[in-house]
């Protein structure tokens, strides 16, 4: 990573939301509380982002993970907030990725979440444990304008990148198929 920042190829952006957050003081009662945290956050996280989208002419973006700008906001305010980035990160002309997570009562067909319902394309990578073993699984959920594969199939994670195994599936958490798991 930091030879590509050197070489003017990435650039990284923390962004806490704590840290954008305005906060009211103490009011006598120990609490401090957030106000307006999602629009500040979105406005300070979108200037970044186009600014080092302008100044290394990025093609792609990645925000690993949206998933912290929804912890210091309540359900429907997070929810505006996700969907003001998205709306601001489609203006830059950029293929962008979001990373997300979702606990594991969320994993109802019915539940999409408002990033789900805004992006393109929908990829769910899931865990189970079985018999004190890890399955991985991948899953396209959804892919505007294309068709897809529906199934869930293992994958795993080398040091030379991903690797899903098309001709196997996972079903209740295990491998069904002659797959040699790494």
């Known amino acids: 990573i930091e030879r590509l ?11 806490d939301p704590i840290a954008y957050a305005h906060y009211i003081p103490d009011r006598g009662n120990g609490d401090d509380m957030h106000l307006d945290t999602g ?23 990645f925000i690993d993970s949206i998933t912290s700008l929804k912890i210091s906001q309540d359900q429907i305010q997070a ?7 998205i709306k601001n990160l489609e203006n830059l002309d950029c293929t962008t990725m979001l990373s997300s997570e979702i606990n594991s009562g969320a994993l109802t067909y019915e539940s999409f ?6 992006s ?12 004190g073993n890890r399955t991985r699984a991948i899953e396209i959920l ?8 529906d199934m869930l199939r293992p994958y795993a994670i080398l040091d030379t ?13 295990e491998v069904v198929g002659a797959v040699k798991m790494i």
Request: overall charge positive; aromatic content about 8%.
């Open 39 to 61: 629009s500040k956050i979105v406005e300070t996280l979108s200037k970044h982002i186009e600014r080092y989208v302008g100044d290394i002419e990025a093609k792609r973006i």
């Open 79 to 85: 929810r505006f907030t996700i969907m003001e980035l």
């Open 142 to 149: 959804k892919m505007r304008g294309g068709k897809h594969d």
């Open 5 to 15: 920042i050197k070489e003017n190829k990435m650039r990284v952006i923390h962004a």
């Open 161 to 173: 990148g991903l690797v899903v195994y098309q001709r196997e599936t996972v079903i209740d958490g």
């Open 120 to 131: 393109e394309v929908v990829i769910r990578m899931h865990t189970f444990r079985m018999y």
């Open 113 to 118: 979440s408002v990033e789900e319902y805004l």
